[in-house]
């Protein structure tokens, strides 16, 4: 019986493999030149965790949480995201108790959410992410927004623009909650069953619909920006002027909430300003800032602010958008006809790994055009042939499998010349970059 991956997973392999790594790596980088930490949390944390911090009225808690009880028969759910995971880990070691503030970290994992998979969106997907925690500025939240742009820049993507808008302070938010109420009363009964359990629990949560005959009603409602107070509205601004002032382009969208219950004052998502022909890509992530979070899992009363992006997202939209020329392939494949030249090879191999390069060289003898198609199904950028000829005088050939040029090098000069070959190949390509730009 063949047994298929779960609905809503897959598999990540070779290339692709590549890619997630290339954008992680790239994220957790940069995060970390703002001076953030790199923490890891469990995957599995008590269901409570999520009901209070991520919010109960939220689709995550309501539909889409992996929740189970373990033997012991407490409940345990599959984390939906990481940062109440990260507010806990705060709280239970007590990184708050000798910390200069902000506390700041940075983390990429897995998440778990049981919703209606789609083009770069899986049941289990892979999510990077910021918290900054302790601070409340205008300038910390500006910062946070800006790792994100960082990001999205450095992966290729360009034309990039912040929606951003501002759920403002309690008195605002309730009164706001009052008028959204009053005015979805009268249209509720044409709404979809989610906006009608929304409107008794969170009426915020309507704004995030997504039906198309609901979005409609959505237009028809209050803004937000018309209930904020004064001072909600001149932070809001001061966080645009500041983006402004280092080239971010922002938007206000007041309808703009984001998807979790913890969100207060300013919340923002990547979009494209212009789609390059790829439709209905939607945000590229997001966040916003949070007043209540840490009390709520047993903290202090710190404010915070973060952003979270999802792995398989970037990558579904890299590749369609950037086409990054893959697969990397190796640098170097090493060719023996004889089982003497193998044994030799291995160790040359070896050698040759430890100077770091990237190196496969074949275990079976074969012919020379049959190592040599090899090479080239694997993306080597050359090939090195060892003959009996070539051992006799010390020496190898490579050959560059673009171009066919072959030059005979003493092994004494091997890595040296290795090394520069390797390195005129990505000039060569730069060059070709260039011309077709």
Do not use: W
């Not at 008590?46 to 929740?67: A, C, Q, W």
């Not at 402004?244 to 990547?270: P, S």
């Not at 090879?345 to 770091?356: E, I, K, S, T, V």
């Amino acid at each position: 019986m063949e047994i298929n991956p779960v609905k809503g997973t897959h598999d990540i392999i070779a290339d692709e493999a590549n890619l997630y790594t290339m954008i992680e790596q790239t994220a957790m980088g940069i995060a970390q030149l703002y001076g953030y930490k790199e923490i890891r949390t469990p995957v599995i944390e008590h269901t409570p965790l999520f009901l209070r911090s991520v919010g109960e009225s939220s689709d995550i808690v309501n539909k889409e949480m992996y929740t189970f009880d373990d033997k012991g028969g407490r409940s345990i759910t599959l984390r939906p995201e990481l940062t109440a995971g990260v507010m806990r880990s705060i709280v239970s070691n007590k990184l708050y108790a000798n910390a200069d503030l902000p506390i700041k970290y940075c983390y990429v994992g897995p998440c778990f959410r049981y919703e209606r998979p789609q083009a770069g969106r899986y049941r289990q997907f892979n999510q990077f992410g910021v918290e900054a925690v302790g601070a409340p500025s205008c300038y910390q939240d500006a910062e946070v927004i800006s790792i994100g742009h960082h990001l999205l820049s450095s992966i290729g993507l360009r034309n990039i623009k912040v929606l951003i808008n501002s759920l403002g302070d309690e008195e605002s938010r309730a009164n706001y909650k009052v008028a959204l109420k009053e005015y979805f009363s009268k249209h509720i009964d044409k709404m979809c069953p989610d906006c009608k359990r929304r409107l008794e629990t969170n009426p915020l949560r309507i704004l995030d619909c997504k039906v198309p005959e609901d979005i409609e009603i959505v237009k028809g409602a209050p803004k937000m920006t018309d209930y904020l107070s004064d001072a909600s509205k001149a932070y809001l601004n001061k966080v645009i002027a500041i983006l402004k002032d280092i080239g971010i382009e922002t938007e206000i969208d007041t309808n703009l909430v984001r998807g979790l219950d913890y969100y207060t004052g300013v919340v923002f998502e990547y979009h494209f300003a212009k789609t390059d022909g790829i439709d209905n890509i939607g945000a590229l992530g997001g966040g916003g800032h949070y007043a209540n979070l840490l009390a709520e899992v047993g903290g202090p009363s710190y404010e915070g602010i973060g952003l979270a992006m999802g792995v398989e997202r970037l990558a579904y939209i890299v590749k369609s958008v950037v086409n990054p020329k893959l697969p990397i392939g190796i640098d170097f494949y090493i060719l023996g006809m004889t089982e003497q030249i193998i044994d030799q090879n291995f160790a040359l191999a070896d050698y040759l790994r430890g100077a770091g390069f990237i190196i496969e060289t074949n275990y079976a003898t074969k012919s020379m055009s049959s190592l040599l198609k090899t090479a080239l199904r694997k993306n080597a950028k050359f090939a090195i042939i060892i003959g009996e000829d070539e051992i006799a005088k010390k020496e190898v050939a490579v050959k560059n499998l673009k171009t066919q040029d072959q030059t005979y090098v003493k092994l004494d000069d091997l890595e040296n010349v290795l090394h520069s070959l390797i390195n005129a190949y990505y000039a060569d390509e730069m060059k070709l970059e260039g011309k077709e730009e």
